[in-house]
């Protein structure tokens, strides 16, 4: 167990809705990751927050947003879903915000089925 | 840009063998972390190892041991007498460069499979 919480741990949808995923960092850590896990892209990283900060990028849809709220908890929002947001999303925390390569701790995982 | 190169998709091997999972990497920059995940079929993904491009000791942790050489800027994985729960998808990560510290570049994973 990481420690990291992410619920819900399956969800599935139909096209053009919109969902929210949840995430509970390690107790200290003050980073939370979003990574989607898909068969044709493999681990892509989505976007960091630090302390409530946007801290880092990655190739995120527009249609997804995301943020991290004063207790550090984070939300993944994916809107007008297509099919293709089918996919494992993973939250990952670490104490730091990577500069000294602290270690990234992921969760379970939120299996999302769009159909 | 970053890349790292996993380049065994499959590897099968029968228990008690030893398996060594190959990862190559590229990057620019002169510091940068490296690490190992390991995703087993239920699908979450375990930490296994952490290593910055200044120390190239050698690791081992009970049967998991790792080779950093960075003359061939390679990262592989040793598994000696592999074991049935030792099937699962690794994953080979390298670090962003400043100041997307947090962001993991991952490998493709190889999937290992070990029968009994």
């Known amino acids: 167990d990481s420690g990291v919480t992410q619920t819900p741990k399956h969800l599935i949808t139909a096209t053009g809705q919109r969902v929210t995923l949840r995430c509970s960092p390690r107790?200290?850590?003050?980073?939370v990751y979003w990574y989607q896990q898909s068969l044709d892209q493999g681990l892509q990283f989505l976007i960091q927050?630090?302390?409530?900060?946007?801290?880092a990028k990655g190739n995120i849809l527009e249609r997804f947003s995301a943020q991290q709220f004063p207790d550090l908890h984070s939300e993944l929002n994916l809107s007008s879903l297509e099919l293709g947001d089918s996919a494992l999303y993973f939250c990952?925390?670490?104490?730091?915000?990577?500069?000294?390569?602290?270690?990234?701790?992921f969760g379970e995982g939120s299996w999302l089925t769009v159909v | 840009a970053q890349k790292v190169t996993q380049a065994q998709t499959e590897i099968s091997v029968v228990e008690k063998e030893d398996v060594t999972l190959d990862c190559v990497y590229e990057?620019?920059?002169?510091?940068?972390?490296l690490f190992w995940y390991k995703q087993p079929p239920s699908g979450e993904l375990v930490f296994l190892i952490r290593?910055?491009?200044?120390?190239?000791q050698n690791e081992i942790s009970g049967r998991y041991s790792w080779n950093f050489q960075k003359s061939t800027s390679s990262f592989n994985f040793t598994i000696t007498a592999s074991q049935v729960v030792d099937s699962a998808v690794y994953f080979c990560?390298?670090?962003?460069?400043?100041?997307?510290?947090?962001?993991?570049?991952f490998g493709q994973g190889t999937i290992l499979t070990v029968h009994p």
């Open positions: 990952a925390s670490s104490v730091g915000d990577g500069r000294f390569g602290n270690t990234i701790y």
């Open positions: 107790s200290g850590d003050l980073s």
């Open positions: 927050y630090y302390n409530g900060e946007e801290r």
């Open positions: 990057t620019r920059d002169t510091t940068y972390y």
């Open positions: 290593r910055n491009s200044f120390d190239e």
């Open positions: 990560a390298l670090s962003e460069a400043p100041p997307s510290y947090g962001k993991l570049t």
